[in-house]
């Protein structure tokens, strides 16, 4: 067993009760290998922004989970000798049974996504309420799912949303003791979320009914990425066929983020800003085979997407 506090890192509650407080939301940044790492450490410190490195089940596969154990244990450190020591969570992503929540949680996460949201109602109590008195033995912090988001993102998919049902909120609060609630309002995950010609919104009004079901609960939007059209054409420019990709307006979500919305998960925007990036560089220098000299662009490519994620649309700059 193997303490999150070891590593230096942080659970999510006290980010969570700032954030409600303060009308901001924590970026939650997928990450599998160490140029996203680095992009999403330098971008937080620069903008003294905490920050949740989120590993998806596919992620723990695809990079191993002792080397994930000490990639985030070296971000604390990398934060540091950046200087800035920020608030760091290693939380995973969509976890779908307790066994994994449970290995995670011995292999040094502070915080764990279990979601049952694919369950019946009660079933989805039953199996979060089982991670839940697991995690918080060892302080772990644990996010729940009520609702099914439409969407591919990794090993996650659904044809449809289903919203969350404000009605249920309550219980499945009371009943689980999760820490926070990820919600499905109209986000969904992967690039392909919304179709020329149709207008994406996310549901604000079942946001605000929830919210007043539970006053100042945590709530998590997943899928949010917004899909900028700017990369999408420098990927089709470069070779890409990236057609239809059309994602969550930024303003909607700046004001998701100040209300009790405190974490907003962004992969897919991280995705294509390291691709369009790459795609440059293998068009224009046909010739390079050095690895640093495609990924080091593509890691200042993400860098920058996500300082302004931070400072523009989740306003979690200077909250460290």
Known sequence: MISFKELGLVNSRDLFAKAVKGGYAIPAFNFNNMEQMQAIISACVE??????????????????????????????????????????????????????????IEMGFSSVMIDGSHLSFDENIRLTREVVEFAHKYDVTVEGELGVLAGVEDDVSAQSHTYTQPGEVEEFVKRTGVDSLAISIGTSHGAFKFKPGQKPEIRLDILHEIEKRIPGFPIVLHGSSSVPQDIVAQINHYGGKLKD???????????????????????????LAMTGAIRKVFVEKPEEFDPRKYLGPARDALKELYKHKVVNVLGSDNKM
């Open 47 to 104: 903008t003294k922004s905490p920050v949740i490195l989120q590993v998806s089940s596919g992620a723990r596969k695809y990079a191993n989970q002792t080397l994930l154990r000490y990639m985030a244990q070296g971000a604390v450190e990398y934060a540091k000798e950046l200087g800035a020591n920020i608030p760091i969570v290693l939380h995973l992503d969509h976890g779908d049974t307790f066994e994994l929540c449970k290995s995670c």
């Open 245 to 271: 990709s059309i994602g969550i307006p930024e303003d909607q979500l700046r004001k998701a983020a100040a209300s009790a919305v405190c974490k907003i998960n962004i992969d897919s925007d991280g995705r």
